[in-house]
């Protein structure tokens, strides 16, 4: 069963930093990308950084200058990204949640995948 587990989430105060973290399980998958995404209640999902197994990120143009995506990969195999958060602000608090593409068995053939945490809270408060 291919799980991701967030950690890192908490109360933090306006201008403060927070470093989230999501760690994929191993087993007979690939990872094609690793991704945070943000939910409020009452609003859409929104992207909010995202890494591929090759190594591209990308970030979303509202936190690109407060934010940034790093990964540990072991055997330069993708399996668990940070997100760094500096400066947040009240507007950043919501349950941030990890998500993969995957490429792996799927019944009797193969192909890809998106799986979810959790997710963690982020709360920024002063």
């Known amino acids: 069963q291919v799980q991701l587990v967030e950690s890192g989430g908490d109360m933090v105060q306006p201008g403060g930093s927070l470093r989230l973290s999501c760690a994929a399980s191993r087993g007979s998958f690939s990872i094609i990308h690793m991704a945070w995404y943000r939910q409020v209640a009452g609003r859409e999902r929104e992207l909010v950084a995202k890494m591929t197994s090759s190594g591209t990120r990308t970030v979303a143009e509202d936190v690109k200058d407060r934010f940034a995506i790093s990964n540990i990969s072991k055997d330069n195999v993708l399996s668990t990204v940070h997100l760094q958060m500096v400066d947040v602000k009240p507007e950043d608090t919501a349950i941030y949640l990890c998500?993969?593409?995957?490429?792996?068995?799927?019944?009797?053939?193969?192909?890809?995948?998106?799986?979810w945490g959790k997710g963690t809270l982020v709360n920024v408060s002063s």
């Open positions: 998500n993969a593409q995957i490429y792996g068995k799927i019944g009797l053939g193969y192909g890809t995948r998106e799986i």
